[in-house]
Structures are given as structure tokens and as C-alpha cells.
């Protein structure tokens, strides 16, 4: 019985990947190779370096308790996004609206901000941001307070 491989293996194009002669105790393949494709990339690689090493694949556990970094992109990618929708009043001046939507939304500037107002005056409502759930919660909240009438919705479609 051949020896087992742990840990490394060294390539080299003439001993690792040699299927010239089948059951030869030097080469892993046993049988004629199917995919030359892969013995030639390899041997390009190693060209030049006396070889090179295949280490194994280090697997690192996750501490119990703790999500892994995967699992919290997951949960923020299927997380649905929501509308916050601006209504239309009569009661509030439209540079107030305009204030308040630069002074509720981050990152909201002058020119959205008018965008939003214009359209919800003739319109009836308008998108003011698509986001999380919760955002949306909290900007609605913030926009309310503000004495705008405003809701959500979920985003169908995505953002």
C-alpha cells in the first residue's frame, strides 16, 4: 500500500502528475490521465521554482453564538427593502417640507429634497428612500414628528 498524503503535496511536472506508466508507486494517478488541461497548468506554474506546494484548505469553525460574517451578509441581502412615501398637505410650506426631508434623510440634498416636495404637491405622494425595514421605520417617525405626513411600504422590486 502507498503512503498517504497529508498536510502538503509537491508538484513537480515529472512526479506528482506522471500517468505515463499506469501503477507506477511515484505517481497519484492511477490509469491513463483524462485532463491534460490541468497537468499542463500546474506544470506551467511550477516552472521555474523547483516545484510548488498544495497546502490543505485551512477551515475555520465558527465560535458558537457568534455569527460568521457570510451569515450576516446573508440576512442583510434577504432583508426587504421598504418605500418611505411622502403624502401631500395643505398645511405645511414647501420650504419647510424641503428642510425637514434634508434634515430627516442622510445624505439628502437640495435638489432631491425639491424633487420630493414637487412631486408629492402634484402628484399626491412621493418615494422619498427605499431601505431596511427599520430605517424606514425610524424615517418615518423622524418625518411624522416633523408634522409631514408620510408611511411605508415594502418595495416590491427591489431598490
Same mark, same amino acid.
Given at each position: +500500500?502507498?503512503?498517504?498524503?497529508? @498536510?502538503?503535496?509537491?508538484?513537480? /511536472? ?17 490509469? /491513463? ?8 497548468? +500546474?506544470?506551467? +506554474?511550477? =516552472?521555474?521554482?523547483?516545484? @510548488?506546494?498544495?497546502e490543505? /484548505? !485551512?477551515?475555520?469553525? $465558527? !465560535? ?13 441581502? !434577504? $432583508? /426587504? ?9 395643505n ?7 424641503? =428642510?425637514? #426631508?434634508?434634515?430627516?434623510?442622510? $445624505?439628502?440634498? #437640495? ?6 416636495? =414637487? ?16 430605517? $424606514?421605520?425610524?424615517?418615518? +417617525? =423622524?418625518?411624522r414628528?416633523?408634522?409631514? #405626513? ?10
Amino acid at each position: +500500500m502507498e503512503t498517504a498524503i497529508s @498536510g502538503r503535496i509537491a508538484l513537480s /511536472p515529472n512526479h506528482v502528475f506522471s500517468s505515463t506508466k499506469p501503477g507506477d508507486k511515484h505517481s497519484l494517478y492511477k490509469g /491513463p490521465c483524462t485532463n491534460r488541461g490541468i497537468v499542463m497548468s +500546474m506544470s506551467a +506554474m511550477c =516552472q521555474g521554482k523547483g516545484g @510548488g506546494l498544495l497546502e490543505r /484548505p !485551512t477551515i475555520e469553525k $465558527a !465560535t458558537p453564538g457568534r455569527e460568521s460574517e457570510f451569515d450576516l451578509r446573508k440576512s442583510r441581502k !434577504t $432583508a /426587504p427593502p421598504y418605500r418611505v412615501i411622502l403624502h401631500n398637505d395643505n398645511y405645511n410650506k414647501r420650504e419647510y417640507v424641503v =428642510q425637514v #426631508l434634508m434634515k430627516v434623510i442622510p $445624505a439628502m440634498t #437640495l435638489d432631491n429634497a425639491v424633487n420630493i416636495m =414637487q412631486e408629492a404637491h402634484y402628484n399626491g405622494l412621493a418615494v422619498v428612500i427605499i431601505c431596511a425595514q427599520v430605517d $424606514a421605520e425610524e424615517h418615518c +417617525m =423622524q418625518l411624522r414628528g416633523n408634522g409631514l #405626513l408620510s408611511s411605508i411600504e415594502p418595495a416590491s422590486g427591489g431598490c
